[in-house]
């Protein structure tokens, strides 16, 4: 093979594999953009100020009153972090209320959080819900998170599809409390 015609060849296969490498490379960098996004049923966002970055932060008008809150878009806890629900009429008789236990690792950071955020609102986003939230007045030790009031039947019904209710709830660990002897 002549030196000029194996130049052409390699010039030529050189390009080829440039070519089915850029084809590669995209494919692979589309199939990457493509991330699916996950819809949580259940999001718990703690209160921002109107002085956050605004890409960071929701308004929302909460009470009677009407008064604009803002809420961090990002939540701080999610259905991840949920190890039971308790579901009960609220006060009004209409709406329900549910209890939510957070798992270990969550309850920490919810004891965390409470302790430095006192005096604000910890909201919770229940998928087409208006947004719930509760005072944060202390700090929360046992990792229960109560919403008192605002919730339809068709959001127990979800909460029941995707979290055990504390009546089913088995903890996989072991007896918490050693036996008498």
Request: proline letters at 6%.
């Amino acid at each position: 093979m002549p030196y000029r015609a194996f130049l052409a060849y390699l010039t030529d296969m050189t390009r080829r594999l440039l070519i089915l490498f850029l084809l590669f490379s995209t494919a692979v960098w589309c199939s990457a953009a493509g991330k699916k996004y996950k819809l949580y049923l259940v999001t718990f966002h703690i209160e921002g100020e109107e002085t956050d970055n605004p890409k960071m932060i929701t308004p929302v008008k909460l009470g009677k009153e009407h008064r604009q809150y803002y809420f961090s878009k990002i939540p701080t806890f999610t259905d991840n972090d949920i190890a039971w629900f308790y579901p009960f009429t609220a006060s009004d008789g209409v709406t329900f209320g549910a209890a939510f236990q957070f798992k270990e690792h969550a309850a920490q950071e919810l004891k965390a959080i409470t302790l430095t955020n006192q005096g604000k609102l910890l909201g919770l986003r229940c998928s087409d819900a208006p947004l719930q939230a509760v005072l944060i007045d202390r700090p929360i030790d046992d990792g229960i998170v109560v919403i008192w009031s605002g919730l339809q039947q068709r959001h127990l019904q979800e909460f029941r599809r995707r979290f055990p209710h504390v009546d089913d709830y088995k903890p996989k660990t072991g007896p918490q409390f050693a036996k008498p002897e």
